[in-house]
């Protein structure tokens, strides 16, 4: 089953008396379940490509459909909707509420949700597990002026986690945690890839990242110039693709 479905997508954003072609005419089809990584030089498209899967933004022309549902004619509300409870978003620039401390940044999606029938009980609990699956248990009070860019990516990721979403989208999600850090959140990511089906679609230029992926998706100038698994295109760039992820603490009970 095809979680996302883009069809001839094209977005144009006007710059003073010119026109910014940002994507070009892309087709892209994402199997649920999929560990998706976008590769391309900056300004290729890679942004504009997940603020349109997540709702962001929208098309200039084209059909993107989520979970089968066409989003290019909702609504505000309905597009919210699908933000809130389909997709979770790690944003490299973190987007942390400063007055907030850690656990109530993660939280803070929970409280959105009006049709979520959770007690603050359960709220703060799921909101603690998901800070304790990052490594910052002990960090759980400080607000994001008191941690540093690794923490506060983490932060971000957990907070991207709390509402079990179908669908993660990640702008380089390891650009500012170190390589032990990295991995180890890689790996948390896998697991739940694999064990809640929880679709994951990475912008990056990591080679780490790519390591992980099942898929590697290439864009220029706008347009998908290749589409292969993460075996080959590695094989290609010289790169050796790991093994496997390190077996991490089971996230059983996420969505209980």
Known sequence: MNIIEMKNIKKD?????????????IDLSVEEGGFISIVGPSGSGKTTLLNLIGCIDTPTE??????????TTLDDTDLTN????????????FNLIPVLNLIENVEFPLLLMKENRLTKEEIRERARQCVEEVGLKE????????????????VAIAR?????????????PTANLDSETGASILTLMKQLNKTEKTTFIFSTHDPDVLKYAT??????????VDKTDSSK???????????????????AGRRK
């Open 13 to 25: 954003y006007p710059l003073g008396e010119t026109v910014v072609h940002a994507l070009r005419g």
């Open 62 to 71: 084209g059909s993107v459909k989520i979970g089968g549902e066409e989003i």
């Open 82 to 93: 699908i933000r809130l409870f389909k997709v979770g978003f790690i944003f490299q620039t």
């Open 139 to 154: 960090f759980i009070d400080h607000r994001p002026a008191e941690l540093s860019g690794g923490q506060r990516q983490r």
């Open 160 to 172: 991207a986690l709390v509402t079990k979403p179908q669908i993660v989208l990640a702008d380089e």
């Open 215 to 224: 898929d590697v998706v290439k864009i220029r100038d706008g347009l998908i």
């Open 233 to 251: 295109y590695l094989r290609q760039s010289g790169v050796r693709k790991k093994p496997g992820p390190a077996k991490a603490a089971s996230p």
